[in-house]
Every structure is written in C-alpha cells, then in structure tokens.
C-alpha cells in the first residue's frame, strides 16, 4: 500500500517560511510525478505545485509563484514544498499526491496557520 506522511506544518506570523515534508514508501519514487496540494476551511482542495520525476520541471498555482518551491530528494523518497513570505490566506491543510497505476493516494496532511 503506498503511503505518503507529510510534516513540517505549524503557526507562523505573515511574512515568515516554513519547510513542508513528504516521506514516501512502497513505490518506486523517483519515476512518479508528485504534488502539493492544500485545502483551507470551507474550500475545495487545490493544486500548489508539481514536479517531474526527475525534479528538472516544476509548476506552481499563479497564487504561490515565486513565494514557494518545491523540490526532491529521490535518494531518500521526500518531496519538499519551501513556503517563504507567508500570507494569511497560505492558511489550510497541506497534501501531497501521488497517483500510482491510475490510483490516487493522498497523505494524511499538515496545518498552516498563518496568523499574527
């Protein structure tokens, strides 16, 4: 079963960062696109970003360009989403998506707070 565990979420003031973590097992890794996902109250959940298997492509939702970046480590099976000058409306619970033979697997998710 393919499991996704993502941590790094927490409360930080507007303009801060934090570093969100994906640790992935039970499929080959490094040749599955991955992504970001994030879902604040009372929203559907939307895509943040996504890289190719290689990490050489990435993409990124028009609200979080050039304030987050995503990146791998295919080495140790993580996806990472580096998330700088923070805003209030960053705030929501953060998934990582894998699909795998036409499967969806989600994470379990990490909260961000971002409040003063």
């Known amino acids: 079963q393919v499991q996704l565990v993502e941590s790094g979420g927490g409360l930080v003031q507007p303009g801060g960062s934090l570093r969100l973590s994906c640790v992935a097992s039970?499929?080959?890794?490094?040749?599955?696109?991955m992504s970001w996902y994030r879902q604040a109250p009372g929203k559907e959940r939307e895509l943040v970003a996504t890289i190719t298997p290689s990490g050489g492509s990435a993409n990124y939702a028009d609200s979080v360009k050039g304030r987050f970046t995503i990146s791998r480590d295919n080495a140790k099976n993580t996806v990472y989403l580096q998330m700088n000058s923070l805003k209030p409306e960053d705030t929501g619970v953060y998934y990582c998506k894998v699909t795998v033979a036409l499967s969806v697997y989600w994470g379990q998710g990490t909260q961000v707070t971002v409040s003063s």
């Open positions: 039970r499929f080959a890794f490094s040749s599955r696109t």
